[in-house]
């Protein structure tokens, strides 16, 4: 049974409720015009605005529910203070414009407090705003890593702001600045690279999220995630121990974090992992210390889905566990279902004199602060100008200029690339040449993406039929049924099915599955010439294959823009794309990484372009 939050009890002059803005019921005049005042410094807005507040208040905008989870009406009676979308937690219907009329609704429910904070809804745009159908989805982060672009990774991160502003969020939990050191990690993909100056220089997707003003058009909130150490466990588990030294974490793991910090970066995840057998979200030395005083991370700090409950080892949180997570310095928990009973603990802990009060005060001037600077106070519903450019023919451009910018060519026997676009006959195969779902990978529609025509894209071999020009036959077939001598070339679409986090941790085989490797020996036998082209998140154990081939080309998850691929396949766009991971010479190798002295099959910054 869950206590009311006590009523606002107004004291001294108190003004009547005027509508739009302006006084607010039950505050003090002065400190209602002072924290509603835009021409007030965001400082003074803040403290205004917290002397006012209650316990219940604050302790209800350190909580973050999950949307299926909270109803209006629970956001307006607790004061809710951010709400999220997980993967795939989509309005019925997924539209733009439900979209839109789902946040705003909450946000209308949050107005509806007494003081009307506005609500921050978040979302995990990943890969442009992969949870809405008919977005324009980029390549995932291993791709953009081998583009070596940090320009285009900004525009990248200003063509997602805007889709997400048009359909009502404020915030997105992105980039993901992990180091990926094991690619047997399910998360490889989500990582930029094994290094940690290209996560670090891929930083610049702050700015096209977050813009030049965090109140400026279509700016939304970034997250560096996940703090730290998270691409770095023993045996590449998601979720595991990272068991290195302090000088280790501080080299290949913590760099990335100061970079998106020095860019303004507006909040910071937690990660999952442990470090040295301690858990991230109970580290108050890496927490407070490391990232808020040495770092100077001005922002808040969010947890990772349920990550408090995960401090002890045990399911679900205990008080301790609350306890533990604020100290150390989390601002807002991320606590999908069971949040009212994470306020009633907090609450309970904060009386009890566990929980500083100046600890809440400070997590909520952080996540206030950054509400005043969002300029949410003044424009707290989605911006519908920007609907529009959900899935624009813009940012499709853009997306497929990068998915070709994010080719890795690793083979290229005799020239057999770039293939001619007239007076040819090419035969296309495997299971990734005609299916958005597999080259968009996981994060897409739902949190585990998956196979099929899950949304408008171009297919790979939709890309090819495209460019093909004059005279030219492109014959399709998943298993590479009917090929014969006559085809002067043949491509193999094949790799990875999506998979997102755990579920795409590869603690055994490394290589491609049977069904791909029937499709090649299909096509090998016809005694034409064979292309792989690999739709993967992670390099694969390929080495014994490699020599039967006449060409590879890595795609990575290139997006719903395949044309991209096409691009370099027909020399449209020169191969440019330098590998940002090792590429092991066998899976037993793993992890594998520049400077280990250990012998790749391609080492980290591989590529080949074309001659002509
Ligand atoms: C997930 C992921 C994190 C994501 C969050 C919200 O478990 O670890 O990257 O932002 O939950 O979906």
Request: glycine fraction near 12%; charged fraction near 20%.
């Amino acid at each position: 049974m869950h206590r009311r939050p006590p009523r606002i009890l107004a004291v001294g002059l108190t003004t009547t409720f005027l509508l739009g803005g302006g006084a607010v019921a039950g505050v003090p005049a002065a400190n209602a015009a002072t924290y509603m005042d835009t021409k007030k410094p965001v400082r003074e807005r803040v403290e205004a605005l917290l002397k006012r507040m209650s316990l219940d208040e604050k302790i209800g905008q350190m909580t973050q529910p999950e949307r299926g989870a909270v109803t209006g009406d629970d956001i307006t009676r607790y004061r809710i203070g951010s709400v999220l979308s997980g993967g795939g937690s989509t309005p019925t219907p997924n539209t733009p414009v439900a979209w839109a009329d789902m946040t705003d609704g909450f946000q209308r429910q949050a107005l509806a407090t007494p003081l009307k904070v506005p609500l921050i809804y978040g979302v995990d745009a990943v890969h442009g705003h992969n949870n809405v159908v008919g977005a324009t989805i980029f390549p995932h982060n291993i791709g953009l890593g081998a583009t070596r672009d940090p320009g285009l990774v900004r525009k990248i991160g200003r063509a997602t702001a805007e889709e997400v502003t048009g359909t009502g969020p404020d915030w997105t939990f992105a980039p993901c600045v992990c180091v990926a050191r094991n690619d047997r990690w399910g998360r490889t993909y989500e990582s930029f690279g094994e290094v940690p100056e290209l996560p670090s220089a891929m930083s610049t997707i702050v700015d096209g999220f977050q813009g030049r003003r965090l109140d400026g058009p279509a700016s939304i909130l970034a997250t560096a995630k996940h703090y730290v150490g998270d691409g770095g466990t023993t045996g590449g588990v998601d979720q595991g121990d990272t068991q290195i030294s302090e000088a280790e974490l501080r080299r290949i793991h913590l760099p990335p974090f100061r970079a998106a910090v020095r860019r303004g970066v507006g909040s910071v995840m937690i990660s999952f992992n442990s470090w040295n057998g301690v858990k991230l979200h109970g580290h108050r030395y890496l927490i407070t210390d490391v990232l808020k005083r040495e770092l100077g991370f001005s922002g808040f700090v969010i947890s990772d889905w349920n990550g408090i409950d995960q401090i002890d080892g045990q399911p679900g949180f205990t008080p301790a566990e609350v306890t533990t997570a604020i100290n150390a310095g989390l601002d807002m928990i991320m606590v999908p279902n069971d949040w009212k009973r994470f306020i009633d603990t907090l609450r309970a802990e904060v009386q009890a004199g566990r929980v500083p009060m100046a600890r809440i005060d400070d997590a909520n001037r952080r996540i206030l602060t950054k509400k005043f600077e969002l300029g949410l106070f003044e424009r707290p519903f989605a911006d519908r100008r920007y609907l529009a450019t959900v899935g624009s023919a813009e940012h499709r451009a853009l997306a497929r200029h990068a998915a070709a910018k994010s080719q890795v060519l690793l083979k290229n026997e005799r020239g057999v690339l770039p293939l001619k676009r007239n007076n040819n006959k090419i035969f296309v195969a495997g299971k990734s040449a005609d299916d958005i779902g597999n080259q968009t990978g996981g994060w897409t529609i739902t949190w585990q993406g998956s196979s099929g025509d899950i949304t408008p894209g171009t297919t790979i071999l939709q890309g090819i039929r495209q460019n093909a020009g004059r005279n030219t036959t492109v014959t399709y077939d998943k298993e590479g049924d009917g090929i014969d001598r006559s085809y002067k070339a043949a491509i193999a679409v094949v790799g990875e099915l999506p998979y997102a986090e755990f579920m795409g941790d590869r603690p055994g085989a490394m290589g491609l599955d049977e069904a791909d490797l029937a499709t090649i020996a299909k096509l090998r036998a016809s005694g034409v010439p064979v292309i792989v082209v690999l739709v993967s998140g992670r390099p694969l154990d390929i080495a014994a294959e490699l020599p039967k081939w006449n060409a590879l080309l890595e795609a990575w998850l290139p997006g719903t823009e395949g044309r991209g691929v096409a691009d370099v396949l027909f020399g449209l766009t020169r191969p440019t794309g330098k590998l940002p991971v090792t590429w092991m010479r066998s899976a037993d190798q793993q992890p594998i990484n520049r400077g280990d002295g250990k012998a790749p099959l391609f080492p980290f910054g591989y590529g080949l372009t074309y001659r002509r």
